[in-house]
């Protein structure tokens, strides 16, 4: 590829592939069951910091899972309605939503918290989920070159 | 959409393979040492209520997919036992349940629709299971000397149709050393406190793994109530209870050698008194959390004789044993006296909150916990005699 890029750091890779999208950061952990539409990706959960956002297509970033393992399915529901993040990046394993990005697709890179931190809302980010690369493409307030 | 993303949702069909990286992701996520052989499996997420359309979904997609358990595998219960559907339950509902079922006939595993798995075949010691379903995950560990982790609905899954499981936690022998010894100073208590010392067994020594000396009772039916309620309250998947539990002699020798707890009368009662409503007369009775076994329904037929009941009864067991204690007479006199008995579903994953009981009784420490937390009821905590009494 020939887009330049910031690559943040190296990451483990849970499930593999290739995506692209903008980052939705979430400090708190998620619950997929009970705590997102499982048919249009809205998160839900009350008093949760990124309620009212829909996860389509964004990289999504958040510390690990949380609640009922059920959560798996729902992220399963979410791929087939083509509503599903276009990736997962975990500062930690979690059983819950490594099972449901493997029966969904969907890239799971973990991270350490401090490559973490250098992502911020809205960064268009690249995760080659080949060999656990990151890559901000461009932050939140500038266009894709 | 665009036609790469396209491509990967019509290209989403999980199969034996899908499963197969789940146990591996599983397995390097754990940090296990390698896979182990497992040889019977219990898959949790059965009722509607709990998987909802999604689970439905994938579960439907997977059975369609052709691929088949490779061990005796049993389900938990349903939201509603299908065919006669005792609280009437919206027709959808129902729909989707039989979907859930049928997906799992389908794959080949016996659709018990019970909470017990260790009722109908009893897995060896030693033998390494994936059993879901927290209760009895504890059980087999702590009753049967047979090995789970606490797994999810989907890793048990993933489980049956592999054959396999991250070798870690309760699949190493040396994990199921005791880490604290309790030493509990009372005498014969029923099983309504032996579910209030589980749940504080459960909330104060979390995952640790407890060696409790002290305890008088032999009831299997209270210990059922003890493991479940331990379980409930925490991450505990195994508790070494002397003179009654598998592992005791091998468990003895590995106790650290002073008790560094000890649990009295008072402090039981207050953990029964903090999960029991005791203010007000109950409006209903529900027995069975765990399912009752047939030494229970037999218990409970004889304190009945010929009493009537003046308020609804619904006494939870599963199709199999309900079917025996039918063969051997206790459902007749059950019924004469105006319970109705239960069977493919659970006190907590099930439609039962439609019939609109606020104040039930119950000798289950762990159904108290969901009634009140999950369902805002206010369930009294009591032995079956005064359950069946109030």
Known sequence: MMLSGIVIGRAKVVVGGLAEGKALISSQPITFFGGVDPRTGEVIEDGHEIRGERLSRKVLVFPHGKGSTVGSYVLYSLAKRGVAPAAIINARFDAIIASGCIISGIPLLIAPGRSLGRIRKGDRIRIDGRVGRIVVLGSGSRTRP | ?390
């Open chain 2, 1 to 390: 959409m665009n036609e790469t993303e396209a491509l990967r949702v019509s290209a989403l069909k999980p199969s034996r393979e899908t499963m197969r990286e789940l146990i591996e992701a599983l397995r390097d996520g754990s940090g296990a040492r390698g896979l182990v052989a497992i040889r019977g499996a219990h898959i949790s997420g059965v009722s509607y209520y709990s998987i909802g359309a999604a689970g439905a979904e994938f579960l439907e997609d997977l059975a369609a997919s052709g691929v088949r358990v490779r061990m005796r595998t049993t389900v938990n219960p349903g939201c509603a036992d299908v065919h006669a559907n005792p609280y009437g339950i919206d027709g959808g509902t129902i729909r989707n349940q039989r979907r859930i079922v049928e997906s799992f006939r389908a794959i080949g595993a016996e659709t018990t629709l019970s909470c017990t798995p260790y009722e109908g075949h009893r897995p060896s010691p030693g033998e390494h299971i994936a059993w879901a379903e927290s209760s009895a995950v504890i059980y087999a560990n702590s009753m049967l000397g047979a090995r789970t982790n606490r797994e999810s609905g989907i890793s048990a899954l993933a489980a049956a149709v592999t054959g396999k499981g991250p070798n870690y936690g309760m699949h190493v022998r040396g994990n199921r050393a005791p880490d604290v010894r309790v030493e509990v100073e009372v005498g014969d208590i029923d099983e309504a406190m032996a579910g209030a010392l589980g749940y504080l067994l459960g909330t104060r020594f979390g995952s640790a793994i407890p060696f409790v000396s002290g305890v008088r009772f032999r009831e299997m039916y209270k210990m059922k109530g003890l493991l479940a309620a331990a379980s409930t309250a925490g991450p505990m998947p195994l508790i070494h209870v002397d003179g009654i539990t598998a592992e005791i002699e091998w468990a003895r020798r590995r106790a650290p050698e002073k008790a560094g707890h000890r649990i009295g009368m008072d402090e039981i009662e207050e953990t029964r008194e903090q999960l029991s409503c005791d203010s007000s007369e109950p409006d209903s009775i529900l027995l069975g959390c765990p399912h009752l076994s047939i030494e229970e329904m037999k218990l409970i037929t004889g304190m009945i004789g010929d009493g009537k009941f003046d308020k609804p009864v619904f006494i939870f067991t599963s199709r199999e044993i309900g079917g025996l204690a039918k063969e051997l007479g206790y459902v007749d006199v059950l019924e004469r006296a105006g319970a109705a008995i239960v069977v493919d579903s659970c006190i907590m994953w099930s439609g039962l909150r439609a019939l609109g009981l606020k104040r039930p009784a119950t000798n289950s420490a762990k159904a108290c916990f969901y009634l009140r937390n999950t369902m805002g009821l206010r369930p009294r905590l009591c032995n079956i005699c005064e359950c069946l009494r109030s």
